[in-house]
């Protein structure tokens, strides 16, 4: 499940854009701009004191240079924490992979994990799926793929893990994407056609998951087809991406 830097995917030939690429144009809001904020004003602050303990000159000008590198540091360090994640995470899923390599720094990971698919009575169908949309020409990878019992009864549901701070609204238009390709690629097996799809949020520093953002095919408590809803967001920010880029 590890992130890829590149801004489009390869699908049979064909080239299109990723689905994180085209949900790159939305501004991710106050919660971000305020997480950067905190991290600027702990790293200057932190940084003064420690200075100022030590009767050090205090250049402010050196000290607010690094204060803003803070935010893209905690960044990286996070990314690279939640690769790894992700990266155990398909070694558990996949009985394939090797788990012994991720072991024991990831025993807490996995025995929450388990009981996650446990609860669930999740059956991976496909884990890291490239999934492609030519009529709509975007692709993305799909965390997880799975039958899994949910309101009584076994439907195929469509997962992504996500190990941030917070999950943002955008991801549901993620979701909607993965879902519309994974149609797409399937339309003559309706059988295989989601009828769920959700994020599964990873707490970095618990390792609890805890399900969120979840999107019905056809909710019966609010009358709405919100898989359908969210797409059709997903394709005017398509068209947008192509307005302004040209691909």
Known sequence: MSGYSSPTYDCNGHTYVRVSSILGILDKGYGLAKWKDNIVKAKLSDDYYKLLSKGHEIDIDLLLDAALRQPNTVRDARGTQGTNIHDALEALLDKDKDQAGFMPQYATLFENAQQWILDSKLEPIHIEARLCSHAHEYAGTCDLIAYQEYEGRKQ??????KTGSSVYDTA??????????WV???????????ELAYIVHVNRDTYKFKETKHMHRYNTTTKRFEIEEAFAVFKALRACYKWRSGK
């Open 172 to 181: 549901t238009l993620q979701l909607a994407a993965y879902v519309n390709a």
């Open 156 to 161: 195929v549901v469509i997962a992504d893990f």
């Open 184 to 194: 797409e690629m399937n339309k003559d097996n309706p059988a295989m056609w989601p």
